[in-house]
């Protein structure tokens, strides 16, 4: 692999500005040198802030593609559109990165794992939740043992009232659901790593469409139209593993509750107990007593000097980047996103059907 890797955008909204692009441009081995957007001026405009002196922009990302200087592809884009874009670059013989959720169904992620394979390029998603020092110092304990074996995990994804009212999210056709496949994706995401389980068996779940219903002045991105509303506004799910293992799964935009958060993870072991709601903190029993420990991440240096820790986002990029260098596979393997991808459609047919679906 060569020293330098010059990277193409695919889409150039808001996820690749708040975080592709500026993780990348830390990295002095990578080189973004291509730009592609619908809406050109977008892709031009980054290319202004992040791009090299030989950047070029496009308004078709087909035209991308077709520069055989470019290694490596994040796709940035809707839902709708992860597949297309992601089998064609990898077609096209580059490394890609694409914005989760894999896809919008469970056909389209096996084709761009499939794809992978037969052209040896490398696939990952962007799950950045796994670079938290919470996830990564959790994982830790996990692989070590110290909870013993994991047999009940709840993965959280909640939202008081939290609807992105801008792009394509309410969108159904779009984006293939609502808060499930946007932020519930992560936290299941998180749930099956920290258990090392993909192996799921039964499906249960319902997804709710009752708070989309009405107009709300307490959102913090403004109100909605109701009938443009086309997703979930909620959705729960029960998830049977292959070894008995369950994993219960809540996602909300907009839900009546007073505990939020997302992308957190409470995991039950047979040695002890962790959860991410208050920080992280990890429960068992021990010389007859229950106990109760928090885990401090922070940085505890001398005051006065100030160090600025590696966010999620820029960890995410460097590994990446690092493993393409390297030779090696990615932190996100794409076998593990099928079956984040696999278990979120099942949720969904499951609440249609009203029945559980068996994997």
Known sequence: MAKELRVGIIGCGGIANAKHMPSLNKLPQVSMAAFANRTEEKARLASQIFGSEDAKVYGDYRHLLEDKTI????????????????????????????????????????????????????????????????????????????????YLAKAHALRRRGVPTWGAFLNKDKQGGGPLIDIGTHALDLALWLMDNYKPRTVLGKAFHQLGQQASAA???????????????????????????????????????????????????????????????????????????????????????????????????????????????????PEQALVVQEILEAIYVSSETGKAVSL
């Open 71 to 150: 290694d490596v592809v994040h796709v940035c884009t809707s839902n709708d559109s992860h597949a297309e874009i992601a089998i064609a670059a990898l077609e096209a013989g580059k490394h890609v990165m694409c914005e989760k959720p894999m896809a919008k169904t469970t056909a389209e992620a096996r084709r761009m794992v499939e794809t992978a394979k037969r052209t040896n390029k490398k696939l990952t998603i962007s799950y950045n939740n796994r670079y938290r020092p919470d996830s990564q110092y959790l994982y830790h304990m996990c692989r070590n043992g110290d909870l013993g074996h994991i």
């Open 219 to 333: 959102n913090p991105y403004g109100s909605w139209d109701p009938i443009q509303f086309t997703v979930e506004d909620s959705a729960v799910a029960m998830i049977m593993m292959e070894n008995g293992s369950t994993i219960q799964l809540e996602a909300s935009w907009a839900l009546n509750i007073t505990n939020e958060g997302a992308g957190k993870v409470t995991l039950c072991g047979t040695e002890a107990g962790a959860d991410m709601w208050d920080g992280l903190n990890i429960n068992g029993e021990k010389y007859g007593k229950l106990y109760t420990t928090r885990i401090h991440l922070q940085h505890t240096g001398v005051p006065f000097y100030k160090t600025q820790e590696e966010s999620p986002a820029d960890l995410e990029a460097r590994l990446w980047i690092e493993a393409l260098m390297n030779g090696q596979d990615p932190i996100v393997k």
